[in-house]
């Protein structure tokens, strides 16, 4: 049990539809990173956020959004999905203001697009 | 970018015996880390390596990160169909957390 817990756990979209997926962080933990893992591949990272702004992003377009709460929650919201956005999204929690410490992921989330 | 690429991409060995995966970057790796994830769930983390020659332990798995810090090994002994997943290195350009990962090793334990 990591302490990061992601909802839902699958989901299935039409093309053209929006999605929100939401990850809590592990206590005490300040950054939530994004990722997609189509199959068969490693994970790749799509955006990170530090106290409630983004702290980077990889290289996915403008569509892929996020937003850090307060309680340091977080969503991705994606946008006009397409079949190619099919893939399992994973959060991982971290704190980063001491250093490289260990990130932990949630179980995922599964998306598929129809 | 960093590029990470592990070897091999799949492993069947029989149970109890020892294997090795790797774990090779295009650049020098600030901090590595090894993950196992069972098919289509999250990660797990086992361990993570910072300095060159470091060497970390935990039960039958063992990393290590060579002295030049731009390749990994991860070796474990006597395995177990426990063991049977998908192993993931990923890389911290810069101690900021955001990840670059091989494309995995799949592995399977016959009994």
């Known amino acids: 049990e990591t302490g990061v817990t992601q909802s839902p756990t699958h989901l299935i979209k039409t093309r053209g539809q929006q999605v929100t997926l939401r990850c809590s962080s592990q206590?005490?933990?300040?950054?939530v990173s994004w990722y997609q893992q189509a199959l068969g591949q490693g994970p790749q990272f799509i955006f990170q956020y530090y106290r409630e702004e983004e702290n980077g992003r990889g290289n996915f377009p403008p569509r892929f959004s996020g937003l850090q709460f307060p309680n340091y929650s977080s969503e991705l919201n994606v946008n006009a999905l397409e079949l190619d956005d099919s893939a399992l999204y994973l959060c991982a929690s971290s704190r980063v203001d001491r250093g490289s410490t260990e990130a932990f992921f949630g179980q995922g989330t599964r998306l598929t697009v129809v | 970018s960093q590029e990470l690429e592990q070897s091999p991409q799949s492993l069947i060995v029989q149970e109890g015996k020892n294997l090795t995966i790797n774990c090779t970057s295009s650049?020098?790796?600030?901090?590595l880390y090894w993950y196992k994830q069972k098919y289509g769930e999250g990660l797990i983390f086992l361990m993570m390596l910072q300095k060159g020659g470091e060497e970390k332990s935990h039960e039958k798995i063992t990393a290590k990160l060579d002295e030049k810090k731009q390749q990994s090994s991860l070796h474990i002994t006597a395995s177990q169909p426990s063991h049977a997943g998908i192993y993931l290195c990923g890389a911290d350009e810069s101690y900021s957390q955001k990840l670059v990962f091989g494309q995995g090793t799949r592995l399977t334990i016959n009994p």
């Open positions: 650049k020098t790796l600030y901090g």
């Open positions: 206590s005490g933990h300040n950054t």
